[in-house]
């Protein structure tokens, strides 16, 4: 089964309580339990994780391309600022999704720039916890045409 490496970045371990008027009522753990939810319908495995670390999200992201076929990523602060984790994402060589809860364009000028997403496949942002259901499945569905069309070279190189 294929596995997906689902990061949440600082403070959203607080997702509940935090800027309810920004991010919500939802948690983190709710989020995780749709997403898992999801992934079962998608037929892929999650390994989560949760960290308010750059350098434990650089560790986890570099030691992925292996065990992993895809990273679904909420770099939250650091989307603006990381330097690092783009690079780590660049590097892995799995597609990625960037997403978010809030809707990123529309707030402070700091938030309008994403260093991240330029080393991602695309950008969810703005559908509270939907954008993490709606990347998962834009991943899911990236993913398997890789392999459609990775399956259909292999077979013309055959021929
Ligand atoms: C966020 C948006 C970021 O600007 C912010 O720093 C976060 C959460 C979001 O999901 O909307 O912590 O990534």
Do not use: W
Not at 37 to 53: I, P, R, T
Not at 61 to 72: C, K, P, T
Request: hydrophobic residues 45%; contains cysteine; aromatic residues 6%.
């Amino acid at each position: 089964m294929k596995k997906i490496l689902v990061i949440h970045g600082p403070n959203l371990q607080l997702l509940g309580e935090r800027e309810v008027s920004v991010y919500g009522n939802v948690t983190l753990k709710e989020i995780n339990e749709a997403l898992e939810k999801e992934a079962q319908a998608l037929g892929v495995e999650l390994v989560l994780l949760q960290s308010n670390h750059e350098g434990a999200i650089v560790d986890r992201i570099g030691h992925s391309a292996q065990e992993f076929s895809g990273v679904l990523i909420n770099p939250a602060a650091y989307t603006h600022t990381s330097v690092a984790i783009r690079d780590a994402l660049a590097a892995c060589g799995l597609p990625a999704v960037e997403v978010h809860l809030s809707p990123i364009y529309k707030r402070e000028d700091f938030r309008r720039h994403s260093m991240t997403a330029p080393a991602c496949i695309a950008q969810v942002t703005g559908f509270g916890k939907d954008s993490y259901l709606l990347g998962l499945r834009g991943l899911v569905a990236y993913i398997s045409k890789i392999k459609i069309v990775k399956k259909a070279t292999a077979a013309r190189k055959r021929k």
